[in-house]
């Protein structure tokens, strides 16, 4: 894969963000350090990119905000994954009503514009990140049920899944064992995009004031509290931004390059 | 696979869409019950008056059981009564009505944006594939979907509104108002639509059908633009009537960036009075739009493409 240009210059994408993030780890600093001297500090030798309104400096914000964007994003996707699976797969094996309830369940999410029902849930559960997961593996499941079960229903009356079926294996047993692995490459290529939507999601949520609260930082908050002061420190709505869209468009790149690795279409 | 009559099938189309409302509207009833503790509570704090608690507790019907507030709920939302403000008592369908005008207007300057860049990107990536141009248009497509609308605006407006003072920052009474939301909101779907233009494009060329027209002596342009353009603009315009309703959730936050008077904005400043009745219209409202593009979509299909009458 690493001889696809679309993935070196994934690579190169992420590796900003993500050196932000170690040497902010590294040097143990963080961003809620509030210093009223330093209000809208232009950048300086000690606070690289400038300070907050509230003198806080950008860059160390930042580095938390990539790495709460990233832990959100790879837990809603892991969660959401682990969820939709279980779903898709049991209503694939059994069909009949367990298979029409479970997938008229997801018809209902998919009656929404995701964004809008993951709105409307995290403005309804109140502000807080576990409602934020919850809200966005809500809305994320459905894509793993969907893609699960028309895998597991093709496979089910293969010959050899019969044959583990007549020896008395399990459902548990033969999800885990054997329908998984052979379902695997479509729900990663699902996941990868999955992440780099969550991804835009948790920080549209943020920006609109549902998602992660002040004074925690994340990409999305940090945009929104950028915006407000946009006329006179221009900067703090761009480097928020430009970090999101440079890991969205990584995400997406290996997600591509993914796709075409394993040869999936859908 | 037996061939009913396209009607019969739209039929169908349209009755399998009932289960799904009636699905949308169980959940837009019950978002009400997700806030946490008691919703009055929520809404005017604990240490409020029993008297107020108990007409706020009538006036949301939570004084009833869980079936008989479902009912009354539906009844309601078929008599044109979908509840009122509890902020200022004003009817929640009259305002939703006075706010879609605002978002209707951005919607469709949007879409119509995004389908003359979407189109001609796609054919010139196909026409030149592999070569300078159909490269530059797939950085363009993968840009657009990554960029996130909400730092999409602010950028614009940075750029067009503060540097160059070309165009206003916000509101929608302005002459060119509508520009820049219009290029936020249109941005990603003219990027989904030309990267699904230029895929259907080149596998349209590549059918026998082509080919022979072209053996034929038919002119370069023509087959592009006849032969294949008509099957590869079907799923261009399947997709582009599923994204009617996407637009909509997208408005959601482009509205609230350039404060642009619509339903999205009122959805978020619903939310932020804490106007329960209020944003469960919002979402209700928005939830239907997208349903019926969905169902546009699938109709629009089964009329353009016979092929697809014999899957269903």
Same mark, same amino acid.
């Given at each position: 894969?690493?001889?696809?240009?679309?993935?070196?210059?994934?690579?190169?994408?992420l590796?900003?963000p993500?050196?932000?993030?170690?040497?902010?780890?590294?040097?143990?600093?963080n961003g809620?350090?509030?210093?009223?001297?330093?209000?809208?500090?232009?950048?300086?030798?000690?606070?690289?990119l400038?300070?907050?309104a509230?003198?806080?400096?950008?860059?160390?914000?930042?580095?938390? &905000? @990539?790495?709460?964007?990233?832990? =959100?994003?790879?837990?809603?996707? +892991?969660?959401?994954?682990a969820?939709?699976?279980?779903?898709?797969?049991?209503? $694939?094996?059994?069909? &009949?009503? =367990?298979?029409?309830l479970?997938?008229r369940?997801?018809? =209902?999410?998919?009656?929404?514009? $995701?964004?809008?029902?993951?709105?409307?849930?995290?403005?309804m559960? &109140?502000?807080?990140?576990?409602?934020?997961?919850?809200a966005?593996?809500?809305?994320?499941? @459905?894509?793993?049920?969907?893609?699960?079960?028309?895998?597991?229903?093709?496979?089910?009356?293969?010959?050899? =899944?019969?044959?583990?079926?007549?020896?008395?294996?399990?459902?548990?047993?033969?999800a885990?064992?054997?329908l998984?692995?052979?379902? +695997?490459?479509p729900?990663?290529?699902?996941?990868?995009?999955? @992440?780099?939507?969550?991804?835009?999601?948790?920080?549209g949520?943020?920006?609109?004031?549902?998602?992660?609260? +002040?004074?925690?930082?994340?990409?999305?908050?940090?945009?929104?509290?950028?915006t407000?002061?946009?006329?006179?420190?221009?900067?703090?709505?761009?480097?928020?931004?430009?970090?999101?869209?440079m890991?969205?468009?990584?995400?997406?790149?290996?997600?591509?390059?993914?796709r075409?690795?394993?040869? @999936?279409r859908? | 696979?037996?061939?009913?009559? %396209?009607?019969?099938?739209?039929l169908?189309?349209?009755?399998?869409?009932?289960?799904?409302?009636?699905?949308?509207?169980t959940?837009?009833?019950?978002?009400?019950h997700?806030?946490?503790?008691?919703?009055?509570?929520?809404?005017?704090?604990?240490?409020?008056q029993?008297?107020?608690?108990?007409?706020?507790r009538?006036a949301?019907?939570?004084?009833?059981?869980?079936?008989?507030q479902?009912?009354?709920?539906l009844?309601?939302l078929?008599?044109?009564?979908?509840?009122?403000? %509890?902020i200022?008592?004003h009817?929640v369908?009259?305002?939703?009505?006075?706010?879609?005008?605002?978002? #209707?207007?951005?919607?469709?300057?949007?879409?119509?944006?995004a389908? !003359?860049?979407?189109?001609?990107?796609g054919?010139?990536?196909?026409?030149?594939?592999?070569?300078?141009?159909?490269?530059?248009?797939?950085? #363009?497509?993968?840009?657009?979907?990554?960029i996130?609308?909400?730092?999409?605006?602010?950028?614009?407006?940075?750029?067009?509104?503060?540097?160059?003072?070309? /165009?206003?920052?916000?509101?929608?009474?302005?002459?060119g108002?509508? %520009?820049?939301?219009?290029?936020?909101?249109?941005?990603?779907?003219?990027?989904?639509?030309?990267r699904?233009?230029?895929?259907?494009?080149?596998?349209?060329?590549?059918?026998?059908?082509?080919?022979?027209?072209?053996?034929y002596?038919?002119s370069?342009?023509?087959?592009?633009?006849?032969?294949?353009?008509?099957?590869?603009? *079907?799923?261009? !315009?399947?997709?582009?009537?599923?994204q009617?309703?996407?637009?909509?959730?997208?408005?959601?936050?482009t509205?609230?960036? #350039?404060?642009?008077?619509?339903?999205? /904005?009122?959805?978020?400043?619903a939310?932020?009075?804490?106007?329960?009745?209020?944003?469960?219209g919002?979402?209700l409202?928005?939830a239907?739009?997208?349903v019926?593009?969905?169902?546009?979509?699938?109709v *629009?299909?089964?009329i353009?493409?016979p092929?697809q009458?014999?899957?269903?």
């Open positions: 894969m690493w001889r696809n240009s679309a993935v070196r210059l994934a690579a190169g994408c590796s900003l993500l050196l932000i993030c170690l040497l902010a780890l590294l040097a143990g600093r809620h350090v509030v210093n009223l001297d330093s209000v809208l500090a232009t950048p300086s030798a000690s606070h690289w400038g300070c907050d509230l003198g806080r400096d950008v860059l160390d914000r930042l580095a938390e &905000g @990539v790495r709460l964007s990233l832990a =959100i994003s790879l837990s809603v996707v +892991a969660l959401g994954a969820l939709g699976i279980g779903i898709g797969m049991l209503a $694939g094996w059994y069909g &009949g009503w =367990i298979d029409a479970l997938m369940l997801a018809d =209902i999410v998919l009656s929404f514009p $995701g964004i809008l029902l993951a709105i409307a849930l995290a403005a559960l &109140g502000p807080g990140v576990e409602n934020l997961l919850l966005l593996v809500a809305v994320g499941w @459905v894509g793993f049920a969907r893609l699960s079960r028309v895998q597991v229903m093709s496979l089910r009356h293969i010959a050899w =899944i019969e044959a583990l079926r007549a020896v008395g294996l399990g459902f548990p047993a033969i885990m064992r054997h998984l692995p052979n379902i +695997a490459a729900l990663l290529v699902e996941a990868s995009f999955g @992440v780099a939507a969550v991804m835009i999601g948790e920080a949520l943020s920006f609109l004031g549902i998602g992660v609260q +002040a004074p925690d930082a994340s990409l999305g908050t940090m945009i929104r509290e950028g407000r002061l946009m006329l006179t420190s221009p900067l703090l709505v761009v480097w928020p931004g430009l970090l999101l869209f890991l969205v468009m990584a995400i997406n790149l290996l997600g591509d390059a993914l075409d690795h394993l040869d @999936v859908y | 696979m037996c061939n009913h009559s %396209i009607y019969q099938l739209i169908v189309r349209l009755l399998q869409t009932l289960p799904t409302l009636l699905g949308v509207v959940l837009v009833f019950f978002l009400l997700l806030v946490p503790g008691d919703p009055v509570d929520a809404l005017l704090g604990e240490t409020a029993a008297a107020d608690r108990e007409a706020m009538q949301l019907h939570l004084d009833q059981p869980l079936m008989v479902y009912v009354h709920y009844q309601g078929l008599h044109g009564d979908w509840g009122k403000s %509890i200022d008592q009817d369908l009259a305002r939703l009505t006075e706010r879609a005008a605002a978002t #209707f207007r951005l919607a469709m300057v949007s879409l119509l944006l389908v !003359l860049m979407a189109v001609p990107l054919y010139i990536a196909a026409r030149r594939h592999g070569q300078t141009a159909d490269t530059a248009a797939m950085v #363009f497509s993968l840009l657009g979907v990554s996130p609308n909400f730092w999409l605006g602010p950028m614009l407006i940075l750029l067009f509104s503060v540097t160059l003072g070309w /165009l206003p920052v916000s509101g929608m009474e302005q002459p108002a509508i %520009i820049l939301p219009a290029i936020t909101l249109g941005t990603a779907l003219a990027a989904i639509l030309s699904m233009a230029r895929a259907a494009w080149l596998e349209a060329m590549a059918l026998d059908a082509c080919r022979t027209a072209r053996a002596g038919v370069e342009l023509r087959i592009w633009w006849w032969h294949a353009a008509r099957l590869a603009l *079907l799923p261009v !315009l399947t997709l582009f009537t599923l009617l309703g996407a637009v909509l959730g997208g408005a959601v936050i509205e609230t960036v #350039f404060d642009w008077p619509g339903l999205g /904005l009122l959805t978020i400043e939310i932020q009075r804490r106007d329960y009745p209020m944003v469960q919002c979402v409202l928005i239907l739009c997208y019926l593009a969905n169902l546009l979509a699938d *629009l299909t089964l353009l493409d092929r009458r014999h899957v269903a």
